[in-house]
């Protein structure tokens, strides 16, 4: 292949890149529909570009019921009426990278949604057809097939509900998800050609990176057998196949110089690590940062152990505190339970929000110094809270599948406030938001945080601007006092931060470079707070 249309100045990017991910559906409403449009987020590049982002990922925009906010996609080329068309995502991508920005797309590979011309192809042939093999069709067990055909649990964690469903026809298809996202077949030839042409086509289109969804579940036991009686190899998590499938990727991203994140949720180091080798994925999202709770021991062998499971294979780390699916950081650092766990979701989780924002303002420092890239969700750099939806607006299927049990996913996803006092925080213009917005969330808004030097949103500003003098080299951890975080990294910048109780004296140093809150008038550190020191 000769010069990829979108060679970069900077090959190497993505190793250490802040990275921006936009919901679409509540980053901005361009047409006053209450639904974010990509003519939303056009006209709002100049805010990103002022935050200084290197790249944007878009969680999906393609045509889609929106039965899992996106991740049921109809058409990977064509993009969401909702949202706009693929010649304004086109003007985007490119408008974007004249400000210096790129793009991440998300593909969706584990499961299309049951509109999905191959599925309703499949459903109208019937059994046994070659339609049906690009999915997991098959007859139930029991005398009557009335039983599904094995005992996988659902990826939605607190769901209850089978990942099996059952046709008019008796057979049964499988969807890890909902009914509604059928998995499927990735030892179909056919799957994997279509999903290579699909990456070309937004590679054509100028994209830098993809994000895969659900990285780690695609490849399945072709038995298909139950968990219980054979739980290793896994039947449908981590399996070897899958591998192959990402080396053929990666050589079409090399194609264009792209590159790839995972979502690969993996308990073991070396497991995941394997996804990042050189002729596979460029970069995973790091799941154990993003869970890990606020405690310094804690999180200090959370950050040695990405370092260490990342270098043998020479990917940089990512740092994630937040995202889509999970508890927004200023409540979950607020409450007892600093964690995430899916399975501890649960409505009314009380939290101390002026202790979860001060937290969150030196999570901030702490994530911008770390090796690698950073990922900061929208609405992160505003400190928004997690809302608590009215439950007769809920809208993720999380929250029904598990029977009222988990709040589900929307507390995190509320429509972004721009401006105090115009309608819905100027999210849009004239209908209500798809979900709707706190009473509070204006005192959150765009512009009061701009005129703020305190506030959340200039804290970011100021970190990512300074960000770049940490450089791309190793971290050395400095001695310091129990519950204190301390390292160095290239040119004698220096992070510390405060866990504990008691006020931290500062390493020697010539200059405060940024601090997440003010030292104390002995110039200490207090308890949770961050700086950023010149040696
Ligand atoms: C992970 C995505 O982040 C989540 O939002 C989605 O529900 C599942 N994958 C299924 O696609």
Same mark, same amino acid.
């Given at each position: 292949?000769?010069?990829?249309?979108?060679?970069?100045?900077?090959?190497? &990017?993505?190793?250490?890149? +802040? =990275?921006?991910?936009?919901?679409?559906?509540?980053?901005?409403? /361009?047409?006053?529909?209450?639904?974010?449009?990509?003519?939303?987020?056009?006209?709002? $590049?100049?805010?990103?570009?002022?935050?200084?982002?290197?790249?944007?990922?878009?969680?999906?925009?393609?045509?889609?019921?929106?039965?899992?906010?996106?991740?049921?996609?109809?058409?990977?080329?064509?993009?969401?009426? !909702?949202?706009?068309?693929?010649?304004?995502?086109?003007?985007?991508?490119?408008?974007?990278?004249?400000?210096?920005?790129?793009?991440?797309?998300?593909?969706?590979?584990?499961?299309?949604?049951?509109?999905?011309?191959?599925?309703?192809?499949?459903?109208?042939?019937?059994?046994?057809?070659?339609?049906?093999?690009?999915?997991?069709?098959?007859?139930?067990?029991? @005398?009557?097939?009335?039983?599904?055909? #094995?005992?996988?649990?659902?990826?939605?964690?607190?769901?209850?509900?089978?990942?099996?469903?059952?046709?008019?026809?008796?057979? &049964?298809?499988?969807? $890890?998800?909902?009914?509604?996202?059928?998995?499927? #077949?990735?030892?179909?030839? !056919?799957?994997?050609?279509?999903?290579?042409?699909?990456?070309?086509?937004?590679?054509?289109?100028?994209?830098?990176?993809?994000? =895969?969804?659900?990285?780690?579940?695609?490849?399945?036991?072709?038995?298909?057998?139950?968990?219980?009686?054979?739980?290793?190899?896994?039947?449908?998590?981590?399996?070897?196949?899958?591998?192959?499938?990402?080396?053929? &990727?990666?050589?079409?991203?090399?194609?264009?110089? !792209?590159?790839?994140?995972?979502?690969?949720?993996?308990?073991?180091?070396?497991?995941?690590?394997?996804?990042?080798?050189?002729?596979?994925?460029?970069?995973?999202? #790091?799941?154990?940062?993003?869970?890990?709770?606020?405690?310094?021991?804690?999180?200090?062998?959370?950050?040695?152990?990405?370092?260490?499971?990342?270098?043998?294979?020479?990917?940089?780390?990512?740092?994630?505190?937040?995202?889509?699916?999970?508890?927004?950081?200023?409540?979950?650092?607020?409450?007892?339970?600093?964690?995430?766990?899916?399975?501890?979701?649960?409505? /009314?989780? @009380?939290?101390?929000?002026?202790?979860?924002?001060?937290?969150?303002?030196?999570?901030?420092?702490?994530?911008?110094?770390?090796?690698?890239?950073?990922?900061?969700?929208? /609405?992160?750099?505003?400190?928004?809270?997690?809302?608590? =939806?009215?439950?007769?607006?809920?809208?993720?299927?999380?929250?029904?599948?598990?029977? /009222?049990?988990?709040?589900?996913?929307?507390?995190?996803? +509320?429509?972004?406030?721009?401006?105090?006092?115009?309608?819905?925080?100027?999210?849009?213009?004239?209908?209500?938001?798809?979900?709707?917005?706190?009473?509070?969330?204006?005192?959150?808004?765009?512009?009061?945080?701009?005129?703020?030097?305190?506030?959340?949103?200039?804290?970011?500003?100021?970190?990512?601007?300074?960000?770049?003098?940490?450089?791309?080299?190793?971290?050395?951890?400095?001695?310091?006092?129990?519950?204190?975080?301390?390292?160095?990294?290239?040119?004698?910048?220096?992070?510390?931060?405060?866990?504990?109780?008691?006020?931290?004296?500062?390493?020697?140093?010539?200059?405060?470079?940024?601090?997440?809150?003010?030292?104390?008038?002995?110039?200490?550190?207090?308890?949770?707070?961050?700086? &950023?020191?010149?040696?």
């Amino acid at each position: 292949m000769g010069q990829p249309r979108h060679a970069r100045k900077d090959p190497d &990017w993505w190793r250490s890149a +802040v =990275i921006y991910q936009v919901y679409v559906r509540s980053f901005a409403d /361009g047409d006053g529909d209450g639904t974010g449009d990509l003519a939303g987020v056009r006209s709002r $590049l100049p805010y990103l570009a002022g935050l200084g982002v290197d790249a944007l990922w878009f969680t999906p925009w393609y045509l889609s019921p929106l039965k899992d906010g996106g991740y049921d996609v109809v058409d990977y080329r064509a993009v969401d009426p !909702a949202f706009g068309t693929l010649a304004e995502a086109e003007k985007l991508i490119a408008e974007a990278r004249a400000l210096g920005i790129r793009t991440i797309v998300d593909i969706v590979p584990n499961h299309v949604s049951d509109q999905h011309p191959w599925f309703r192809a499949a459903l109208a042939a019937g059994p046994g057809s070659p339609e049906r093999e690009l999915f997991h069709f098959r007859p139930g067990r029991g @005398p009557d097939g009335e039983l599904p055909p #094995n005992d996988w649990p659902s990826q939605f964690a607190g769901a209850t509900e089978p990942v099996w469903t059952r046709l008019p026809d008796g057979d &049964w298809y499988l969807h $890890l998800f909902t009914p509604e996202q059928p998995d499927l #077949n990735w030892a179909h030839p !056919a799957v994997r050609q279509e999903h290579e042409d699909i990456l070309r086509f937004w590679f054509e289109r100028g994209v830098a990176g993809v994000r =895969i969804d659900s990285a780690a579940l695609l490849a399945k036991d072709p038995d298909l057998p139950d968990l219980a009686a054979h739980p290793e190899p896994h039947p449908f998590l981590d399996r070897d196949e899958l591998h192959t499938v990402y080396r053929s &990727w990666r050589r079409v991203a090399d194609e264009y110089g !792209a590159v790839f994140v995972g979502e690969v949720w993996l308990p073991d180091p070396e497991r995941f690590a394997r996804y990042l080798r050189p002729d596979e994925l460029h970069t995973a999202f #790091n799941f154990s940062f993003l869970t890990c709770p606020w405690d310094a021991g804690r999180l200090r062998a959370a950050i040695d152990t990405t370092i260490a499971e990342h270098a043998p294979v020479g990917a940089p780390a990512t740092w994630v505190l937040c995202n889509h699916d999970v508890t927004r950081t200023v409540t979950r650092y607020g409450r007892a339970d600093t964690a995430f766990d899916f399975a501890a979701k649960a409505f /009314g989780t @009380p939290t101390d929000l002026a202790l979860g924002t001060r937290r969150a303002r030196a999570a901030a420092l702490l994530s911008l110094a770390l090796p690698g890239s950073v990922y900061v969700y929208q /609405g992160e750099e505003l400190g928004l809270p997690e809302a608590e =939806i009215p439950v007769d607006r809920i809208q993720d299927p999380m929250y029904v599948r598990s029977h /009222g049990a988990d709040p589900g996913r929307d507390g995190c996803r +509320v429509p972004l406030p721009w401006v105090d006092g115009m309608p819905y925080a100027g999210f849009g213009s004239q209908a209500e938001p798809w979900l709707p917005q706190p009473a509070d969330w204006p005192s959150y808004a765009v512009d009061r945080q701009l005129q703020d030097p305190d506030s959340m949103l200039t804290l970011y500003r100021r970190a990512i601007a300074l960000r770049p003098r940490f450089g791309d080299g190793p971290l050395t951890w400095l001695p310091a006092p129990d519950g204190v975080l301390a390292f160095s990294r290239a040119d004698g910048v220096l992070c510390v931060v405060n866990l504990a109780a008691t006020p931290a004296e500062l390493p020697a140093h010539s200059r405060l470079l940024l601090g997440s809150g003010p030292l104390d008038d002995a110039g200490r550190l207090p308890q949770d707070t961050a700086a &950023w020191l010149r040696a």
